[in-house]
């Protein structure tokens, strides 16, 4: 690569060799950081590929129905190591920002390779982090679907990911190993340097940033924390009876058919000769039953809370339906994705789940899904379908 | 750089072999699924590789060399934990803040129910609070042990900096 030799930037601003001063950039910050990154994101593509599979199921996967609280944990999860992500993202940046600058730019066609790399390693976590932080506040400014977009761009961060652990890991190794050698008597303490933050305060920073973050937003889905949920977008104790809502009746265009007074629900489908019809006097007639369970949404918030209504089974015994068989809901919603969802024969079979009339005693809010909804165990928010009009068995 | 496998060991060529056919993977769903808006993820997701590195940074350094120049050395670390801290939660709250989300959804005051600009203030307000005490603690400290002068002559050998 002599034609680097040949040409190069004037070393002046960021390409001086003396540009960045501070010590705490180090190969063993950066390695810390990269492992703590390496967790969270793993977990964070896991769980989100767990979300993935639970709204769009393969002919080979099959939601469970418990344990009941477990997408609750996963998706909770998901957004927590997002969010913590945050800081240990930015601190890695900020210690390896000198190498941008570095010249040659490479030496071979493995580092070639590895620097053009970073581009959808870093553009990628980059987008995915700012995209799901926007998600979670239902704030959409780009032309493009968040989730089509945020599931294939996660394919492609962590497939770079994996190529810069490759190209990373002697590095990484050897400037784990080398603390207790040279780093030790170099810099023996945590204090502090002419140019302020030494190696260990910087990752205490950092770490410490992320548990600030957690702490202040966790608190939408573990309850207990709520009150610390500052710069939560969600309150699990706020919205109509006492629990948020994603979309509202009004949102969905059913304020009108949803309040009807002629309004019925249909079960058709397999098996079922001549469709059924139940009003609500006769819904209301049928033995009901209670359930604890969480509505766990896909943005990161979830609340528990006690259920009242029809089992989904029962519903099919009385249509005389043969045998155990996955069934499909559909919301009197006319438009707009998520009008109809998508009930595999473990969650059927379940008897908590449940074609919910009451929530905490109380007759549904027209928000929550007034006349009917989906309340089943395990399952993500977004598939507790409201204002149900149809149960279709497949 | 000390370490071989960048310069194309084994482990980097059988990595590379694994990240780039998931990475195609992810390139050919985005293209098949998102249609005509696969280029406008693929300028975002450039973007925001810019954005970092020609706003974000730039900004962060410049504020690392403002401090270096206007704060005392011995306020520096705190006066450094206190503006990432402060960095980040403005960050996170400014969606919030904004009410960016609020916007498209009037009719539903369960999104981004809090009142942010006190939500933040409040955040801040415990961040500099701590920060505050810790400068209290060091001036107190320091005039009980006085510093060493060699404190303020640079201890990062060539070794510990981040190689080019």
Redesign the interface.
């Known amino acids: 690569m002599k034609v680097f030799d040949r040409v190069r930037p004037p070393r002046v601003g960021p390409f001086r060799d003396d540009a960045f001063t501070s010590p705490a950039r180090t190969e063993r910050t950066a390695a810390i950081l990269g492992i703590a990154l390496g967790v969270s994101f793993f977990t964070c593509f896991a769980t989100g590929i767990y979300s993935h599979l639970a709204q769009h199921p393969p002919s080979w996967f099959h939601l469970s129905a418990r344990p009941a609280g477990l997408y609750r944990v996963t998706q909770g999860l998901h957004i927590a190591t997002g969010l913590a992500s945050i800081p240990l993202l930015l601190a890695k940046l900020w210690t390896v920002f000198p190498k941008l600058f570095a010249w040659p730019p490479f030496h071979g066609i493995a580092s070639a390779l590895e620097r053009l790399s970073l581009l959808p390693l870093v553009g990628g976590a980059v987008f995915q982090l700012f995209t799901g932080v926007a998600n979670i506040n239902l704030w959409y400014p780009w032309p493009f679907n968040f989730p089509i977009a945020h599931y294939w761009v996660a394919w492609i961060t962590m497939g770079a990911l994996v190529v810069h652990i490759g190209a990373k890991l002697s590095v990484t190794r050897t400037a784990l190993r080398r603390e207790r050698t040279e780093y030790s008597e170099v810099a023996p303490s945590g204090a502090d340097t002419p140019a302020g933050l030494s190696r260990r305060q910087l990752l205490a920073t950092a770490f410490g940033a992320s548990g600030l973050v957690t702490l202040a937003t966790i608190g939408q889905t573990y309850s207990p924390l709520r009150k610390l949920a500052l710069l939560a977008p969600r309150r699990p104790d706020t919205g109509p009876q006492g629990f948020p809502v994603n979309r509202t009746a009004r949102a969905a265009g059913v304020t009108t058919t949803a309040q009807a007074t002629d309004y019925t629900l249909e079960i058709r489908g397999h098996g079922i000769a001549q469709p059924v019809t139940l009003d609500l006097t006769q819904l209301r007639a049928m033995p009901q039953h209670r359930a604890t369970l969480p509505i766990a949404c896909v943005e990161g918030w979830s609340a528990s809370r006690e259920w009242e209504g029809i089992r989904v089974r029962d519903l099919l015994i009385h249509a005389r339906v043969d045998g155990a068989r996955p069934v499909r809901i559909e919301s009197l919603q006319q438009h707009r994705s998520y009008r109809t969802s998508f009930v595999d024969v473990d969650q059927v079979g379940d008897p908590d789940t449940l074609l919910a009339l009451k929530v905490n005693g109380e007759t549904l809010a027209l928000d929550h899904g007034y006349p009917l909804r989906l309340i089943a165990p395990n399952r993500p928010g977004v598939m507790q379908t409201k204002w149900v009009a149809r149960v279709v068995v497949l | ?9 084994a ?6 072999i ?10 050919r ?2 293209v098949l ?2 249609k005509g ?1 696969a280029p ?2 693929a300028k ?6 810019l ?3 020609l706003v ?2 730039p900004i ?2 410049a504020v ?1 060399w403002t ?2 120049r206007v ?1 005392p ?2 306020w ?2 705190p ?3 206190g503006l ?2 402060t ?3 403005l ?3 400014w ?2 803040w904004r009410g ?2 609020r916007h ?2 009037p ?8 009142d ?1 600009t006190t ?2 203030l ?2 801040l307000a415990v ?1 500099w609070s701590a920060v505050a005490i810790w400068l209290v603690v060091r001036v107190v400290t320091d005039r009980r042990v006085p510093q060493p002068a060699s ?7 060539p ?6």
């Not at chain 2, 694994?18 to 390139?27: D, K, L, S, T």
């Not at chain 2, 070794?159 to 080019?164: A, D, I, N, V």
């Open positions: 750089m000390t370490g071989g496998d960048e310069r194309g060991g482990a980097f060529w059988i990595a590379f694994i990240g780039a056919g998931i990475m195609a993977f992810g390139i769903g985005a699924q998102l808006s406008d993820v975002w997701v450039i973007g925001a590789d954005v970092h590195d974000l940074a962060a350094v690392g401090v270096n704060v050395a011995r520096r670390t006066v450094q934990v990432v801290a960095g980040i939660t960050l996170l709250g969606p919030g960016y989300g498209l959804v009719d539903n005051p369960s999104v981004q129910p809090l942010y939500a933040i409040t955040v961040i404190a303020s002559t640079p201890t990062d050998s070794s510990e900096r981040l190689s080019l």
